[in-house]
């Protein structure tokens, strides 16, 4: 038997069996990995995790979705690790397939879920009740178990059926609405946020369900809805609301990164000088939140006239001529590169950093560089390549940042036979039968 290597850090020893997809579901038990959590995730055997390819088909799918070659209902394994999402999803999990929906598969789950330590999933409500598994009967098989069910609106009343993901959480909770330009339509949060962040909030309630697990003895049902995280990200709001009888609305025109409230002037975003390979524009992005940084800047570029002019003297004043004040700065850093603003400000103590894209962050940001935010990995298949690290740093206990996301099948071994004592044979017969 090959027993997987599990990082050493203070959740050694921590079981979780993860049936996540998508994106809110999987961060949840992702963030436990680097410090030492081992987490089984478990995918349907007829068909692989949809995040396996999801920046291009991997081979032996086409662009259908249809599978084109057949090895035990997986195809061959290979090429569908290659998704960078899925590294990221998954990144440190173990991996196997199980179909818990067969009353085989049922009974090998239920034996694996008496030796874990949590059970977490996203399916859309009740799903895990229609499996039989619902948190009665995970309790009954395992007392100490934690079970973790993300949903959009949580498990009961009149929405809990409905099917969510991050964009619908935004649209629900009210964080789209407070986007976009004012008397024009929502303008949304982008990218999926809340499927990010609606993650990291679950993985808060993973670990402290077992906390309480490991300090009474007695596991837990979390009922996580991801609408309801989403809402305490509207706090100003509600504030705004309850003191100033205001209702959410839109800053006033102009809008951009402009500060309406507190009223900061100046706070902008300036174009520089250059433009990067792809033709877009370089620009910085500068703030003056008291009156100190104001002088210093007015100083740093050449202007201290700014400091006696009414129209620029104080905050309110220059909040009132903001338009004018934005002028005057895009005058003087239009022929100037953007880290040399940066450096030229920042040593002088005013808020002023380079508006980076993609290519800046990962190839040339010497900070991210030295802090080890992209270490590199190894993989058999795929070769070498580099990765975004689980970031938070501990004196004592730093994450593994080494580790890879599982391939398909590549942990049945050590799950169904060391930790569930089935024989190769055995095992040769569950998979001919499509149950692993």
């Not at 964009?167 to 330009?181: D, K, M, N």
Request: aromatic share 10%.
């Amino acid at each position: 038997m090959t027993t997987p290597a599990i990082p050493k850090g203070p959740l050694n020893g921590i079981r979780i069996i993860d049936f996540t997809w998508k994106a809110v579901g999987p961060w949840s038990s992702r963030m436990l990995t680097p410090y030492g959590a081992e987490v089984i995730h478990i995918e349907p055997p007829h068909e692989p995790d949809d995040h396996r390819w999801d920046v291009r088909p991997a081979v032996g799918r086409n662009f259908d979705g249809q599978i084109t070659h057949n090895d035990h209902h997986f195809g061959n394994g290979k090429d569908y690790y290659s998704a960078p999402y899925w590294n990221q999803l998954h990144n440190g999990k173990l991996g196997v397939s199980l179909n818990a929906r067969n009353p085989k598969g049922k009974e090998l789950l239920e034996e694996l879920i008496k030796q874990s330590d949590a059970v977490v999933e996203n399916f859309s409500a009740r799903v895990l009740e229609n499996w039989g598994l619902g948190w009665e009967r995970l309790h009954e098989l395992n007392p100490k178990l934690v079970y973790v069910s993300t949903s959009g609106f949580g498990h009961e009343g009149s929405l809990s059926h409905y099917r969510t993901y991050g964009p619908i959480v935004q649209a629900e909770s009210g964080l789209t609405f407070t986007s976009g330009l004012p008397g024009r339509e929502p303008a949304g949060w982008g990218y999926s946020h809340m499927d990010i962040a609606g993650g990291w909030i679950g993985g808060l309630g993973l670990i402290m369900a077992l906390m309480q697990a490991r300090k009474t003895g007695e596991g837990t049902y979390v009922d996580y809805a991801v609408t309801e995280s989403a809402m305490t990200l509207l706090g100003p709001y509600f504030l705004d609301y309850h003191v100033n009888g205001r209702p959410t609305r839109r800053p006033g025109f102009p809008p951009g990164n402009h500060s309406e409230w507190p009223g900061v002037a100046p706070h902008n975003t300036y174009r520089c000088a250059g433009i990067d390979r792809q033709g877009q524009d370089w620009w910085v992005f500068l703030a003056c939140e008291t009156q100190e940084q104001f002088e210093a800047f007015a100083n740093a570029i050449g202007k201290p006239e700014l400091l006696s002019d009414p129209k620029f003297g104080t905050m309110e004043a220059r909040k009132a001529n903001e338009a004018e004040l934005d002028e005057i700065i895009a005058t003087w850093t239009a022929p100037r590169r953007r880290y040399e603003i940066m450096d030229q400000l920042q040593k002088v103590g005013v808020i002023a950093v380079a508006v980076q894209g993609p290519e800046d962050r990962v190839d040339y940001d010497p900070q991210l560089r030295h802090r080890g935010v992209y270490p590199l990995i190894q993989n058999p298949e795929v070769g070498e390549f580099e990765f975004e690290a689980f970031v938070p740093k501990m004196s004592r206990t730093s994450p593994d940042n080494s580790l890879r996301a599982p391939h398909v099948r590549e942990h049945e071994e050590y799950v169904f036979g060391e930790l569930l004592g089935l024989s190769e044979s055995d095992r040769d017969a569950l998979r001919s039968e499509g149950i692993i």
